[in-house]
T-cell receptor
Framework: DGGITQSPKYLFRKEGQNVTLSCEQN?????MYWYRQDPGQGLRLIYY???????QKGDIAEGYSVSREKKESFPLTVTSAQKNPTAFYLC?????????FGEGSWLTVV | DQQVKQNSPSLSVQEGRISILNCDYT??????FLWYKKYPAEGPTFLIS?????DKNEDGRFTVFLNKSAKHLSLHIVPSQPGDSAVYFC???????????FGTGTRLKVLA
């Protein structure tokens, strides 16, 4: 079964805790992305990575961190510095000129 | 400052009629344009795309039009079906980069 796998689907955390969202792809895609969706604000780019061991900040990188140690994995850490972390997080990868998304992860901070 | 705008947050059309979703952008350096469909609590699904060297691309019921001089992109769905009810996002790629920027989305409701 191929594709982009995000886990967990739903995650609850207490305020002030760091949390890591997993994104794995077995499609051999080089570029991977993290987006955040809030109601009425569309999809906003957090970080993207073109190749292993390289990544760039997107438009809303503050309070987030990523790593790209393996081609198939691009985990996102939501740190306690992120002021409003409750959102729907989407991981994606690129083939040709088209981005394909995973199923998303809901993070709720209470 | 939003570089990609979808000015209509919602749209309702009757089943069988045409749905027209619009997207405006500000940067002439964008050179690849895409449309996605999204259901609640799911990842967006790619629908159709167009390169800046074209002005039209068609795939079944979906047609994308690009007007570069107006910096305007539209998606036509004909005929509209109830299953098309979803949120539609346009996206643009900045030339020479891997960066993709999305619009805020338009919620389409197709009435049976």
């Amino acid at each position: 079964d191929g594709g982009i796998t995000q886990s967990p689907k739903y995650l609850f955390r207490k305020e002030g805790q760091n949390v890591t969202l997993s994104c794995e792809q077995n499609l051999n895609h080089d570029a991977m992305y993290w987006y955040r969706q809030d109601p009425g604000q569309g999809l906003r780019l957090i970080y993207y990575s073109q190749i292993v061991n390289d990544f760039q900040k997107g438009d809303i990188a503050e309070g987030y961190s990523v790593s790209r140690e393996k081609k198939e994995s691009f985990p996102l850490t939501v740190t306690s510095a992120q002021k409003n972390p409750t959102a729907f997080y989407l991981c994606a990868s690129l083939v040709g000129n088209t981005i394909y998304f995973g199923e998303g992860s809901w993070l709720t901070v209470v | 400052d939003q570089q990609v705008k979808q000015n209509s947050p919602s749209l309702s059309v009757q089943e069988g009629r045409i749905s027209i979703l619009n997207c405006d952008y500000t940067n002439s350096m964008f050179d690849y344009f895409l449309w996605y469909k999204k259901y609640p609590a799911e990842g967006p699904t790619f629908l159709i795309s167009i390169s800046s060297i074209k002005d039209k691309n068609e795939d079944g019921r979906f047609t994308v039009f690009l007007n570069k001089s107006a910096k305007h992109l539209s998606l036509h769905i004909v005929p509209s079906q109830p299953g098309d009810s979803a949120v539609y996002f346009c996206a643009v790629q900045t030339s020479g980069t891997y960066k993709y920027i999305f619009g805020t989305g338009t919620r389409l409701k197709v009435l049976a």
